[in-house]
């Protein structure tokens, strides 16, 4: 999102809009409707069972799915590979410090008409991160 010197890079920006809107949103929309068919109840155990197939299964392809589009949409597939063999495991653990608790909120509390809305807010702070580490 940003470049060296802290300047904005617009184009990078653009990318994620473009991720945000044709991969992300529709992805989360239909994963979250699918976890709340899965463990519909607001109960503490269902929560904890979306949220551990959201942190293990969907987490996990997901990120993989990011970095590949990031890597092609740059232009250099050729990339991909090394990429996920440098960035996955490191972004796997970032991500459970971030997603682990903004999930158990998102879950627990906001109202599933909202969730992807919550999860767009604090995906920025990770479409940073992932911007970051794609472009290492």
């Known amino acids: 999102l940003f470049v060296e010197g802290h300047s904005v890079d617009w184009i ?3 990318k994620f809009t473009f991720l945000g809107l044709v991969l992300v949103g529709p992805t989360l929309h239909n994963w979250f409707g699918f976890l709340y068919r899965l463990a519909p109840k607001t109960d503490t155990k269902s929560i904890m069972i ?6 293990t299964i969907f987490a996990s392809v997901f990120n993989v ?72």
């Not at 979306?50 to 942190?55: G, I, P, S």
């Not at 909120?105 to 599933?112: E, R």
């Open 12 to 14: 990078r920006n653009g």
């Open 50 to 55: 979306r949220l551990a197939l959201d942190q």
């Open 65 to 136: 799915v990011m970095f590949s589009a990031v890597q092609a949409l740059d232009g250099t597939p050729d990339k991909i590979p090394a990429t996920l063999q440098r960035e996955w495991w490191p972004a796997m653990k970032a991500n459970w410090q971030l997603w682990l608790p903004a999930n158990f909120v998102n879950f627990g509390f906001v109202p599933l008409r909202f969730q992807v809305l919550f999860a767009n807010g604090i995906a920025l702070i990770w479409n940073t991160y992932l911007s970051m580490a794609a472009h290492r």
